[in-house]
């Protein structure tokens, strides 16, 4: 079924009266955008479930949509985070600290190639036989080539630990983290929180991507935190919580965040949108938290006269057709891969 995203946004009476919702004490009210974000959830995991089912093309109607690359509604789903659940969690030794070692040296580069590159080079990933100079040998050659060693999807700034090279300084970062106890901190963690707090000690690791960090661990058997637990809003959520919100959202971002998590069936019903969620399952906090950041995107373009707080006013990534396989294989502890 082909989702008429632009033509339900259209269609809609232009007099809509805003949606008021009561957040952390504060009364807020909703611009256009909000319902962009719920119809945008439904067009795009549409467009995901049209994908897999391999559906021929066109998969939206929407030239925003159409046009530019948005990530999947669902975190886990995405092609990276694929990568990181089915060859690196799930690949090789299956002992916590192994875990722990493979899945930060991938997200520190956060690039498939890179992960490739090594594990080529080195063989089986393990931190009883890591080597720095091994793996410097490796990074620094590729580097040297002019290939790149990181994505794009986010900056990871350097750690000042006294290597001249970025990748250097980020292998003294996870030396560090394994050498001080973190995999076992991280472990014995009560909560979401604890275990994102033990990230956030460490150099170069601001809370975005110390809860990014915590998330991908959390895949792991050896973790068991509700995504629900503990949500920390990235830039570009904040930039689409302001664009549906305005200003009176500023400071309580997280609380919005939740929200929409705990809302959503009513939203989705209000608006008579199909949504039935990841094989069932609803939208988590991590979920609405990214799909924030792709409003924020996709409103750049549909809702231009209202603003964030980047002042951005277009999408840089258009929408190229990956022809790889997708995949859809998810940590089994979620109930979810048949």
Same mark, same amino acid.
């Given at each position: 079924?082909?989702?008429?995203?632009?033509d339900?946004?259209?269609?809609?009476?232009? /007099? !809509?009266?805003?949606? +008021?919702?009561?957040?952390?004490?504060?009364?807020?009210? =909703? %611009?256009?955008?909000?319902? $962009?974000?719920?119809?945008?959830?439904?067009?795009?995991?549409?467009v995901?479930?049209?994908?897999?089912?391999s559906?021929?093309?066109?998969?939206?109607?929407?030239?925003?949509?159409?046009?530019?690359?948005?990530?999947?509604?669902?975190?886990?789903?995405?092609?990276v985070?694929?990568?990181?659940?089915?060859?690196?969690?799930?690949?090789?030794?299956?002992?916590?600290? /192994? !875990?722990?070692?493979? +899945?930060?040296?991938?997200?520190?580069?956060?690039?498939? =190639? %890179?992960?490739?590159?090594? $594990?080529?080079?080195?063989?089986?990933?393990?931190?009883?036989?890591?080597?720095?100079?091994?793996?410097d040998?490796?990074?620094?050659?590729?580097?040297?080539?002019?290939?790149?060693?990181?994505?794009?999807?986010?900056?990871?700034?350097?750690?000042?630990?006294?290597?001249?090279?970025?990748?250097?300084?980020?292998?003294?970062?996870?030396?560090?983290?394994?050498?001080?106890?973190?995999?076992?901190?991280v472990f014995?963690?009560?909560?979401?929180?604890?275990?994102?707090?033990?990230?956030?000690?460490?150099?170069?690791?601001?809370?975005?991507?110390?809860?990014?960090?915590?998330?991908?661990?959390?895949?792991?058997?050896?973790?068991?935190?509700?995504?629900?637990?503990?949500?920390?809003?990235?830039?570009?959520?904040?930039?689409?919580?302001?664009?549906?919100?305005?200003?009176?959202?500023?400071?309580?971002?997280?609380?919005?965040?939740?929200?929409?998590?705990?809302?959503?069936?009513?939203?989705?019903?209000?608006?008579?949108?199909?949504?039935?969620?990841?094989?069932?399952?609803?939208?988590?906090?991590?979920?609405?938290?990214?799909?924030?950041?792709e409003?924020?995107?996709?409103?750049?373009?549909?809702?231009?006269?209202?603003?964030?707080i980047?002042?951005?006013s277009?999408?840089?990534?258009?929408?190229?057709?990956?022809?790889?396989?997708?995949?859809?294989?998810?940590?089994?502890?979620?109930?979810?891969?048949?």
């Amino acid at each position: 079924m082909v989702m008429r995203l632009q033509d339900r946004q259209t269609s809609a009476r232009d /007099d !809509v009266a805003p949606v +008021t919702v009561r957040v952390a004490g504060r009364t807020l009210q =909703s %611009t256009p955008v909000f319902d $962009t974000y719920w119809r945008f959830a439904s067009a795009r995991q549409a467009v995901s479930e049209a994908r897999l089912d391999s559906r021929p093309q066109p998969w939206t109607d929407d030239p925003i949509l159409a046009g530019h690359r948005f990530t999947n509604c669902y975190r886990a789903a995405d092609r990276v985070s694929q990568a990181v659940i089915g060859d690196v969690i799930y690949q090789g030794p299956q002992e916590w600290e /192994d !875990v722990f070692f493979r +899945t930060l040296l991938f997200k520190i580069f956060n690039k498939e =190639s %890179t992960w490739q590159l090594l $594990t080529c080079a080195v063989g089986e990933l393990r931190w009883e036989t890591y080597d720095y100079q091994a793996y410097d040998r490796v990074l620094s050659a590729a580097f040297a080539k002019g290939e790149r060693l990181y994505s794009a999807a986010y900056i990871v700034p350097p750690p000042q630990l006294g290597e001249e090279r970025k990748h250097r300084n980020h292998l003294r970062l996870l030396e560090m983290m394994m050498t001080t106890g973190a995999p076992g901190r991280v472990f014995e963690a009560a909560t979401m929180r604890e275990a994102y707090e033990v990230l956030l000690s460490y150099p170069a690791l601001g809370p975005f991507l110390a809860y990014q960090y915590t998330i991908d661990l959390n895949y792991a058997p050896q973790l068991g935190f509700s995504e629900m637990d503990f949500v920390v809003p990235g830039p570009g959520a904040r930039d689409g919580i302001r664009k549906c919100f305005g200003p009176a959202a500023d400071g309580i971002e997280a609380d919005v965040i939740r929200y929409m998590a705990a809302s959503q069936h009513e939203h989705f019903a209000r608006l008579q949108l199909p949504f039935a969620g990841l094989k069932g399952r609803p939208l988590q906090l991590i979920d609405c938290q990214n799909l924030f950041c792709e409003v924020d995107k996709y409103a750049r373009v549909a809702h231009p006269e209202i603003a964030g707080i980047s002042g951005r006013s277009r999408i840089k990534q258009a929408y190229r057709l990956d022809t790889a396989p997708l995949r859809a294989w998810f940590p089994p502890k979620w109930g979810l891969n048949t």
